[in-house]
């Protein structure tokens, strides 16, 4: 089915259940909270409405929403949900980027907090306590970074 075809369907079942229920477009523009020119455009096949608004005109309207939504193509719908879910994932120069600053960093904070102390670490068990969980924290960077999505 065509993008075409799918607002002429929902254009069409919506200005139907509109008269049906002897609103005018007004009206359910109030209803639905829109401006009256977007329901003009959505009843003239102008527009694909978003989903919010056609779960919101479906109810004002008492239309089943699955009716409305298999208007669209499917492939368009799989498109929207893989869009939602999917982050750009980082590439190799960037994870290494990621890796070799984060470690870094690491080493000047570290650097930087034993240099002000004047009491920590009091014993070498203390100090490589700090390493190991520095140690940690870097791994779980690295893991997270360098994770397979």
Do not use: C
Not at 30 to 56: F, G, H, M
Not at 61 to 72: F, G
Request: aromatic share 8%; hydrophobic share 50%.
């Amino acid at each position: 089915m065509t993008n075409k075809s799918s607002k002429e369907k929902i254009a069409l079942l919506i200005k139907n259940a509109r008269i049906s229920k002897g609103y005018s477009q007004q009206q359910l523009a109030d209803l639905v909270k829109l401006n009256l020119r977007s329901v003009q455009r959505i009843e003239k096949a102008e527009v694909l409405p978003r989903a919010y608004t056609l779960n919101l005109m479906a109810v004002q309207l008492d239309l089943d929403i699955a009716l409305l939504k298999e208007t669209e193509p499917v492939h368009e719908i799989l498109e929207k949900k893989v869009a939602h879910q999917t982050k750009p994932a980082l590439n190799k120069a960037q994870k290494f980027i990621v890796s070799i600053t984060s470690g870094i960093l690491g080493i000047l904070l570290i650097s930087a907090f034993l240099s002000q102390s004047t009491s920590f670490p009091e014993t070498s068990f203390e100090l490589f306590l700090l390493l190991a969980v520095a140690v940690l924290i870097y791994g779980i960077i690295l893991w997270w970074t360098w994770r397979s999505r």
